[in-house]
């Protein structure tokens, strides 16, 4: 089973005026900690699901950003990478194993990443729930 993350953002000096008193938390011994996505965190606009290079934020610079629902094929996508479900009003973000969104597994809820091996996905979908 995967251990998707619910994220907070960590207010910094530039971003204090959009994201005041939200806090980065994961919890002592804790898998999950719950926010609600809102302004552009780690390079994610809100309302955009975001894929990363590896399972790193890296440097708040994703390699993809999707906000359209529907199907969006991937290529030469392999090892662990970060994906992040930065949409909002319960939309869900979903990894297949085919393309055009054939093969779907499990719904990642928005406000939420994990950390997967995207070496058998070969399309994400995004969908309104």
Do not use: E, I
Not at 54 to 69: G, L, M, Q, V
């Amino acid at each position: 089973m995967r251990h998707v993350r619910h994220l907070t953002r960590k207010a910094t000096a530039a971003s204090a005026a959009l994201v005041a008193g939200a806090l980065l938390s994961l919890g002592a011994g804790a898998n999950v900690a719950q926010a609600a996505p809102a302004a552009t965190v780690h390079g994610c606009p809100s309302g955009y699901v975001c894929l990363y290079p590896n399972a790193s934020w890296n440097n708040d610079r994703p390699t993809y950003k999707w906000y359209t629902y529907g199907a969006h094929n991937l290529s030469n996508q392999f090892g662990v990478k970060r994906f992040f479900n930065n949409q909002t009003g319960g939309a869900v973000a979903r990894n297949c194993t085919g393309y055009n969104g054939t093969g779907c597994q499990g719904k990642q809820p928005a406000g939420t990443y994990a950390d997967y091996d995207y070496t058998p996905y070969n399309s994400v979908v995004l969908a309104p729930n």
